[in-house]
């Protein structure tokens, strides 16, 4: 059974998802752009069923979360610490992570800075920011795969065009299985009157960072499992087997028939190389 509350921790209220048994060992699972929580629930029921203690936050500027307006609070390193907060809630001296997309690279910053946290590491859908950055200094095609980006920097322009139609933009770069209910429940997301903004301010806060050189990458000495879908339409395949260069130990599994959302299109599949990772 999957229990959601808010949790007020110093900095920031987070809404949070939690399965599985307290005493079991510790699994924070961390969502992308435009996606909450619920994107891992399949994940989420077979990892408590396992035996572990599953926590899955909307992350911050997300529906239900807090939600503050300025670029500067999304830094990835504030993105960071958010998390971290929220393991030393639960008195987690230490813990299993996995991000993806967006998620992901939170999940790579907090392995760069506090390895001594998590016990191992999964990526799905995310370089590593130095893989990034190195990639796209001679591949234009990973540019133009990131256009999206640039179009996210406008004020108000792109608020305007997800909103339009029911969100139709948003819902058209989901899974194309999506039920009637499933996308229905992250329209209820979008509604939040702010939401849209502050779920964009984690690429505004991206681009300011790297420009400003705010975000330093370093090779990675967690144990990691890197995941990707061959097919991904953002994010070429290169770039998870560039993101391997900078770590210490790690393996890569590529999904060749599928696209960018693992955890729905491989639901069974991601949740066993979670467990199988985990537990190794």
Not at 26 to 31: E, I, N, P, S
């Amino acid at each position: 059974m999957i229990k959601t509350t808010q949790i007020q921790l110093q900095n920031v209220a987070l809404y949070v998802a939690i399965a599985g048994p307290e005493d079991g060992p510790a699994v924070l699972l961390l969502h992308g752009f435009p996606d909450a929580w619920f994107g891992w629930e399949n994940q989420i029921k077979t990892l408590a069923q396992k035996g572990y203690f599953v926590i899955a936050p909307n992350q911050r500027g997300y529906a239900k979360s807090a939600q503050p307006l300025a670029v500067k609070d999304y830094s990835l390193n504030l993105l960071a610490d958010d998390i971290i907060a929220l393991a030393d809630y639960f008195n987690l001296s230490t813990f299993y992570l996995a991000g993806h997309d967006f998620g992901g690279m939170v999940a790579w910053i907090i392995a760069a800075k506090h390895p001594q946290r998590i016990k191992k590491l999964a990526i799905l859908s995310a370089p590593h920011l130095l893989a990034s950055w190195e990639y796209n200094q001679t591949h234009w095609q990973q540019k133009f795969k990131s256009w999206y980006i640039l179009f996210f920097q406008l004020s108000v322009v792109p608020e305007f065009v997800l909103r339009r139609f029911n969100f139709h933009a948003l819902i058209n770069n989901l899974p194309l299985d999506l039920s009637a209910a499933q996308k229905n429940r992250y329209r209820m997301n979008w509604q939040e009157k702010q939401v849209l903004s502050t779920m964009l301010n984690w690429y505004r806060a991206l681009l300011k960072d790297l420009k400003t050189k705010q975000l330093k990458g370093s090779n990675i000495a967690v144990d990691t499992l890197i995941m990707w879908g061959a097919k991904d339409k953002y994010l070429h395949k290169d770039l998870a087997r560039l993101s391997l260069k900078y770590c210490s130990n790690a393996q890569l599994k590529i999904f060749e028939g599928t696209g960018h959302w693992l955890m729905h299109d491989q639901n069974d599949a991601v949740a066993d190389l979670l467990i199988k990772h985990f537990s190794n």
